[in-house]
């Protein structure tokens, strides 16, 4: 499944913070697009992220027959509990930041009802910080590589993140965090999303118009001044545009310092998206200059929740404080 934030017009677009994964919409739109009456299971709390500030990896070794998608070839920390320890530790930084504690359970009570804590868990896990985790619930055995000392590296920083988050702080949490997870796939072999591709590459499709099966060949990332309106044609530039972004960093992480200037802020009152043909990989915008998202910013944060600028520092996680409020009867 796609992030909940394809298909929204770039006029609506909200920060998606660390209520979804990549800082393009707000947990609204995710829960819409990834709503379900799944119910996350607490995680073991020896196995990384425990709700607390001293969480400790797990150093049991994992079933040497596991030849699943949680299978490491180091002891410790395994891909599934990875996943959703990164999801309690963004959702312990959310309630830290919002109500004062970090430890808010299921059906907490927080100012506006209670809190959600099994769907927060749930989202936040499925994206991670900044899409660090977009994908990787689908990994194979041999099409990845998880380390594990960055593995507890995010899952710390994540939940000792500041509330006024600083562009500096936020680029070291997401390098952390997609380096945690690395693709092996090599290039020109086949792959079913980006996260399978080895750093560097992205996951070109086969089928570029789409939406659903995103598979193709590993292909190296698109340079500066190269073309990215050529890897997604859905029908939906809104669509496309984050699509897009695949092309022109690893995992649209901004590794490169480069994104895909898909959208003229300077036609009309609201914008429009430029001819295909003009969708290039460019150096990132300065701060007080207009973005879509995070990695448009060459220092700051794409304050997506307001006026669509880039700034530092950026109140990040304050901005998801009633995505996961229930409200009282």
Same mark, same amino acid.
């Given at each position: 499944?796609? &992030?909940?934030?394809?298909?929204?017009?770039?006029? =609506?677009?909200?920060?998606?913070?660390?209520?979804?994964?990549?800082?393009?919409?707000?947990? #609204?739109?995710?829960?819409?697009?990834?709503?379900?009456?799944?119910?996350?299971?607490? !995680?073991?709390?020896?196995?990384?992220?425990?709700?607390?500030?001293?969480?400790?990896? $797990?150093?049991?070794?994992?079933?040497?027959?596991?030849?699943?998608?949680?299978?490491?070839?180091?002891?410790? !920390?395994?891909?599934?509990?990875? !996943?959703?320890?990164?999801?309690?530790?963004?959702?312990?930084?959310?309630?830290?930041?919002?109500?004062?504690? &970090?430890?808010?359970?299921?059906?907490?009570?927080?100012?506006?009802?209670?809190?959600?804590?099994?769907?927060?868990?749930?989202?936040?896990?499925?994206?991670?910080?900044?899409?660090?985790?977009?994908?990787?619930? $689908?990994?194979?055995?041999?099409?990845?590589?998880?380390?594990?000392?960055?593995?507890?590296?995010?899952?710390?920083? #994540?939940?000792?993140?500041?509330?006024?988050?600083?562009?500096?702080?936020?680029?070291?949490?997401?390098?952390?965090?997609?380096?945690?997870?690395?693709?092996?796939?090599?290039?020109?072999?086949?792959?079913?999303?980006?996260?399978?591709? #080895?750093?560097?590459?992205?996951? =070109?499709?086969?089928?570029?118009?789409?939406?659903?099966?995103?598979?193709?060949?590993?292909?190296?990332?698109?340079?500066?001044?190269?073309?990215?309106?050529?890897?997604? =044609?859905?029908?939906?530039?809104?669509?496309?545009?984050?699509?897009?972004?695949?092309?022109?960093?690893?995992?649209?992480?901004?590794?490169?310092?480069?994104?895909?200037?898909?959208?003229?802020?300077?036609?009309?009152?609201?914008?429009?998206?430029?001819?295909?043909?003009?969708?290039?990989?460019?150096?990132?915008?300065?701060?007080?200059?207009?973005?879509?998202?995070?990695?448009?910013?060459?220092?700051?944060?794409?304050?997506?929740?307001?006026?669509?600028?880039?700034?530092?520092?950026?109140?990040?996680?304050?901005?998801?404080?009633?995505?996961?409020? !229930?409200?009282?009867?």
């Amino acid at each position: 499944m796609l &992030p909940s934030h394809y298909g929204v017009p770039m006029k =609506n677009l909200r920060l998606l913070a660390f209520t979804t994964g990549t800082l393009f919409l707000s947990s #609204a739109f995710m829960l819409a697009a990834c709503s379900d009456d799944t119910v996350v299971t607490p !995680i073991d709390t020896d196995s990384g992220v425990d709700g607390g500030t001293d969480a400790k990896a $797990d150093t049991s070794t994992p079933d040497a027959t596991d030849s699943g998608p949680d299978a490491t070839a180091d002891a410790g !920390i395994t891909l599934d509990n990875y !996943i959703t320890n990164v999801g309690e530790a963004l959702c312990n930084a959310i309630t830290r930041c919002c109500f004062g504690n &970090p430890n808010v359970p299921d059906g907490g009570a927080v100012t506006g009802g209670t809190f959600g804590r099994a769907q927060c868990v749930k989202q936040q896990a499925h994206f991670g910080f900044e899409q660090t985790n977009f994908g990787a619930e $689908d990994l194979t055995s041999g099409t990845f590589v998880l380390d594990q000392a960055k593995a507890q590296q995010c899952m710390q920083q #994540a939940e000792a993140m500041q509330c006024d988050l600083s562009g500096a702080s936020l680029r070291q949490i997401r390098s952390v965090c997609f380096e945690a997870i690395s693709g092996t796939v090599a290039k020109d072999k086949a792959c079913k999303a980006d996260i399978e591709c #080895a750093p560097g590459s992205f996951c =070109n499709p086969t089928d570029p118009s789409s939406l659903t099966n995103r598979a193709g060949t590993c292909q190296p990332l698109r340079g500066a001044g190269g073309n990215c309106g050529d890897v997604a =044609n859905t029908g939906d530039e809104d669509t496309d545009q984050q699509l897009a972004e695949y092309a022109c960093s690893s995992r649209a992480a901004g590794d490169t310092g480069l994104h895909c200037d898909s959208f003229d802020f300077t036609a009309g009152p609201d914008g429009a998206y430029r001819a295909r043909a003009d969708w290039k990989c460019m150096a990132g915008v300065d701060n007080g200059q207009k973005c879509s998202s995070n990695v448009w910013c060459k220092t700051g944060i794409c304050d997506t929740a307001n006026d669509g600028i880039c700034k530092d520092p950026l109140e990040i996680l304050q901005n998801s404080c009633t995505a996961f409020v !229930i409200p009282a009867p």
